[in-house]
């Protein structure tokens, strides 16, 4: 059985919220970790590999300027774990 993409944007928020030690209802797919949950470098690198345990991939430490924000880490995982 393969998961929905909604299941897919909610285990990427539970892991963004549960790092970055905010609440859920305070992080919208377009809010922007640094600029708005006060997120460090620190905190992108724990987020990227708790990504790649969870979803089994291999994401390039360059992508991180693009994991801006809940859109951007769904684009970056999805590329990396190749989903349709």
């Known amino acids: 059985m393969?998961?929905?993409i909604t299941e897919r944007r909610e285990t990427i928020k539970e892991i963004v919220c549960d790092i970055l030690e905010i609440e859920p209802d305070d992080v919208t797919s377009t809010s922007r970790f640094k600029e708005d949950h006060d997120a460090d470098s620190l905190r992108a690198i724990e987020i990227l590999a708790s990504l790649e345990k969870t979803f089994n991939v291999v994401?390039?430490?360059s992508e991180l300027g693009r994991m801006?924000?809940?859109?951007?880490v769904y684009e970056v995982v999805a590329e990396a774990a190749d989903w349709k």
Do not use: C, H
Request: no cysteine; net charge negative.
């Open 2 to 4: 393969s998961t929905t």
């Open 59 to 61: 994401i390039n430490q």
């Open 68 to 72: 801006v924000n809940l859109d951007g």
